[in-house]
């Protein structure tokens, strides 16, 4: 089992940025990748970053690509998100996920609101 503990979020101007943290704990010698989710009233949950924990290999959905940095600390067991150029249609609860053994993101933070004003 992992536990994630998300932090960061709030209400944010559009054009500004923020910041995002999940920090794992528990199995985390078994992680294999995490990545941040996103869903919108009335939308499905949709993956907008990931990071693979061996590699680091990175993944980004066209919706934040360019304004969007993933990053892992392996130390702190922790991924941090940077979304800047906020916009709008960014606003959305976020939610940490993580992978172990190569598996599905079958672990979830509890989630975080980000919300964008214009």
């Known amino acids: 089992q992992v536990l994630l503990v998300e932090s960061g979020g709030g209400l944010v101007q559009a054009g500004g940025s923020l910041s995002l943290s999940c920090a794992a704990s528990?199995?985390?010698?078994?992680?294999?990748?995490m990545a941040w989710f996103r869903q919108a009233p009335g939308k499905e949950r949709e993956i907008i970053a990931g990071?693979?924990?061996?590699?680091?290999?990175?993944y980004y959905s066209d919706s934040v690509k360019g304004r969007c940095i993933i990053a892992r600390d392996d130390a702190k067991n922790t991924v941090h998100v940077l979304m800047s150029s906020l916009k709008p249609e960014d606003s959305a609860v976020y939610y940490c996920?993580?992978?172990?053994?190569?598996?599905?993101?079958?672990?979830w933070g509890q989630g975080t609101q980000v919300t964008v004003s214009r």
């Open positions: 990071i693979t924990w061996s590699s680091g290999r990175t």
């Open positions: 996920a993580a992978s172990l053994d190569g598996g599905s993101y079958n672990y």
């Open positions: 528990g199995r985390t010698f078994s992680l294999s990748a």
